[in-house]
T-cell receptor
Framework: SAVISQKPSRDICQRGTSLTIQCQVDSQVTMMFWYRQQPGQSLTLIATANQGSEATYESGFVIDKFPISRPNLTFSTLTVSNMSPEDSSIYLC????????????FGPGTRLTVL | GDSVTQMEGPVTLSEEAFLTINCTYTATGYPSLFWYVQYPGEGLQLLLKATKADDKGSNKGFEATYRKETTSFHLEKGSVQVSDSAVYFCALGSGNKLVFGAGTILRVKS
């Protein structure tokens, strides 16, 4: 497995502001993903973070709202832009380790509350 | 598209009771199947997996068998503990993506 950390672990933000969430892995990984878990709901894939190129977004998610960076094989950021209360969720990053086809390991999550 | 259906919760059991959480899936091809667990205030942990038909995944006393004929991957445990109280997610892996079920809350009372 891998050790995955996220910063911040939680935050309370004002409407209209932006928050950048960091995901750091202790080893190089082939793939990184960002998920959203709205209160009491399941996980929804936001995007695949591609190293050195633009992220691949799922239907319903756009780069202007959720810009993602992945400068190397161990680090990625997700920004939640121009936040509204509907963005209050847990945001999780996950990784696929080399050789473990579609088996994903998750970070601890970032709990975001937007007032 | 691919989808996962889990039994609705919450499921409330007494300690040492038998647990079953039903999970069925719809998918093209031959997906891998997973159970993840989310303890209160924590992220998701992979509990067990199965990658092909008739495989049985097991971990910490939990088991699930990949049944292609019934497109199911039901989670079972013979004797639950209070510490098993958590949300359990069934998921299928298609390509490099995971599709999650809605999650089932398990509450175990002493």
């Amino acid at each position: 497995s891998a050790v995955i950390s996220q910063k911040p672990s939680r935050d309370i933000c004002q409407r209209g502001t932006s928050l950048t969430i960091q995901c750091q892995v202790d080893s190089q990984v082939t793939m990184m993903f960002w998920y959203r878990q709205q209160p009491g709901q399941s996980l929804t894939l936001i995007a695949t973070a591609n190293q050195g190129s633009e992220a691949t977004y799922e239907s319903g998610f756009v780069i202007d709202k959720f810009p993602i960076s992945r400068p190397n094989l161990t680090f990625s950021t997700l920004t939640v832009s121009n936040m509204s209360p509907e963005d209050s969720s847990i945001y999780l990053c996950s990784v696929v380790l080399s050789g473990n086809y579609n088996e994903q390991f998750f970070g601890p999550g970032t709990r975001l509350t937007v007032l | 598209g691919d989808s996962v259906t889990q039994m609705e919760g919450p499921v409330t059991l007494s300690e040492e009771a038998f647990l079953t959480i039903n999970c069925t899936y719809t998918a093209t091809g031959y997906p891998s199947l997973f159970w993840y667990v989310q303890y209160p205030g924590e992220g998701l942990q992979l509990l067990l997996k199965a990658t092909k038909a008739d495989d049985k995944g097991s971990n910490k006393g939990f088991e699930a068998t990949y049944r292609k004929e019934t497109t199911s991957f039901h989670l079972e445990k013979g004797s639950v503990q209070v510490s098993d109280s958590a949300v359990y997610f069934c998921a299928l892996g298609s390509g490099n993506k995971l599709v999650f079920g809605a999650g089932t809350i398990l509450r175990v009372k002493s």
